[in-house]
């Protein structure tokens, strides 16, 4: 399986992180699936994710890595200048995820969605249903 992004699909601010990542990885690293998906909800149980995490989620491998670290991670798969931004991966996990604990609280004051993205059609491949 590639590296596997799983997002909140009722989320604003996850939309467009979405959209932000697929503007930026050309070479199609990354697939998607919501969280509220049933396919989602399967990975939740194959790869023993906890419930309670309310944090982007990618999975590499037979290993899954959130928040903070999730997000260097995906970070490394853009394009450009993106990359650089694995070098914060030194940071200890506890310092980085204050900063992504303080936006991830507020996400929501972006709204919340009804329903989950629908994705391009160019895109379609990279979304799991």
């Known amino acids: ?21 697929l503007k930026r990885d050309r070479h199609k690293h990354l697939k998607f699936a919501s969280i509220q998906s049933k396919i989602g909800q399967e990975l939740f149980m194959k790869y023993g994710i906890p419930k309670t995490i309310e944090s982007v989620i990618l999975i590499e491998g037979n290993r899954f890595f959130t928040k903070s670290t999730a997000v260097l991670r995906i970070s490394k798969n853009l394009d450009g200048l993106w990359k650089m931004f694995y070098f914060f991966i030194i940071v200890p996990a506890p310092i980085r995820d204050i900063a992504y604990n303080f936006v991830a609280m507020r996400r929501h004051l972006l709204g919340k969605k009804d329903a989950c993205i629908i994705p391009k059609k160019e895109d379609l491949d990279r979304f799991l249903s």
Do not use: K, R, Y
């Open 1 to 21: 399986m590639s590296n596997l992004i799983l997002f909140d699909g009722e989320c604003n601010f996850c939309d467009n992180t979405v959209q932000f990542i």
